[in-house]
């Protein structure tokens, strides 16, 4: 087994030094104390810092982080190393425990893009055009927009949600992108996008990518699909931050690039270091935010707790429930254009 210090060295040894790693395993044996004493859970996204993966009971993307959410037991504190979405949207899956945002700087400017009664007012003015609409809305957004949705989906079942959504005609909030990838594999309906984006995959430019395939002639392009068109349309795969690891793994392929944002590639590098992974990725300030003394400091005074009234959790509910019955849980494999196995 792999010391802290040699995992975290595989990330970037200039910044993971004996001095900076050596505090950080007596806070992680402090965090570990704190969950069994507080009966907590800790979930956390893969963008997250490599450290905090070293606590996390859960570690996935949104979906897998969605349903872990509903797996939790008798865990009575969940604590989401996340950004505020998710964490809301653990809350509204288990109202019952008290959930966790150890630091409010953990928000999304993605789903900052869409509010409540901005949805509503669209929704308005689309059904006197299409009065059939339905809204599909990203699970990356509030629970309020989530509550005017019909269903939620995430970057792995977005494809599958829509085609199997009864209207013809479907509102998709709020990543532009997301909604031309879906529009892409679902041409038999009619798609309206939002026009929010997350700006650190819009900052992702094809030259950029041209540039290491030019560099790197062999390797494997691992796009996430809030990429601009430009860039996925480069992509041997276009898929969600578990699916490009879960690539990496089967895949025959030695050297890749996983194009989003870069805690997928600190992740990739500690779960995969036999093979190669090159960057050509951008960091979130956002999941960036949490620290492990925040997570410290949020078991030890119930820092931030998430809360949501009923009306607006109930209706945000049955969205995040019509994407599980939709898609029964699974992933979406239309994310993944050539499948590992025609390599
Ligand atoms: P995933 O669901 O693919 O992990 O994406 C979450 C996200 O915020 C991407 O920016
Ligand atoms: Fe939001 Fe983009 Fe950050 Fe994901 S990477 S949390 S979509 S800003």
Redesign the pocket.
């Known amino acids: 087994m792999p010391t802290l210090l040699e995992k975290l060295q595989r990330v970037d040894p200039d910044y993971y030094t004996p001095e900076v790693v050596s505090p950080m395993e007596a806070c992680l044996e402090r965090i570990r104390d704190l969950k069994r004493a507080r009966n907590a859970v800790i979930l956390a996204?893969?963008y997250q810092r490599p450290e905090i993966f070293e606590v996390a009971d859960f570690l996935g993307?949104?979906?897998g982080l969605s349903l872990d959410a509903t797996r939790v037991g008798d865990a009575e504190v969940i604590v989401f190393c996340g950004v505020h979405f998710m964490a809301e949207t653990a809350k509204i899956l288990n109202p019952a425990k008290r959930v966790l945002l150890p630091n409010l700087a953990a928000g999304c400017s993605l789903a900052d893009t869409a509010t409540g009664p901005a949805v509503r007012a669209r929704k308005e003015e689309l059904r006197d055009l299409h009065p059939d609409l339905q809204v599909v809305s990203y699970v990356?957004t509030t629970a309020e927009v989530k509550a005017e949705s019909d269903a939620c989906c995430?970057?792995?079942n977005a494809v599958s949600v829509v085609r199997a959504m009864e209207s013809r005609t479907i509102l998709f909030i709020p990543d532009q992108n997301l909604a031309r990838h879906v529009a892409q594999h679902v041409p038999e309906k009619t798609i309206i996008a939002w026009d929010g984006y997350?700006y650190?995959?819009h900052q992702i430019t094809a030259d950029s990518i041209i540039a290491m395939r030019t560099q790197f002639p062999g390797i494997q392009i691992l796009v996430?699909p809030?990429c601009r068109d430009d860039v996925v349309a480069l992509a041997d795969a276009s898929l969600?931050?578990?699916g490009m690891v879960e690539f990496a793994k089967a895949s025959r392929a030695q050297e890749f690039l996983a194009v989003t944002?870069c805690g997928l590639s600190d992740l990739l590098q500690i779960q995969v270091p036999e093979k190669t992974f090159y960057r050509a990725c951008k960091i979130c300030r956002f999941m960036k935010a949490i620290s492990l003394e925040d997570v410290e400091e949020s078991l030890k005074q119930n820092r931030f707790e998430i809360t949501i009234d009923e009306t607006t959790r109930e209706g945000a509910k049955q969205a995040l429930t019509k994407m599980f019955e939709l898609t029964g849980g699974s992933r979406d494999n239309l994310a993944l254009p050539r499948s590992v196995a025609d390599e």
């Open positions: 996204h893969n993307d949104s979906l990356n995430t970057s792995s997350c650190v995959h996430h809030e969600s931050t578990s944002e």
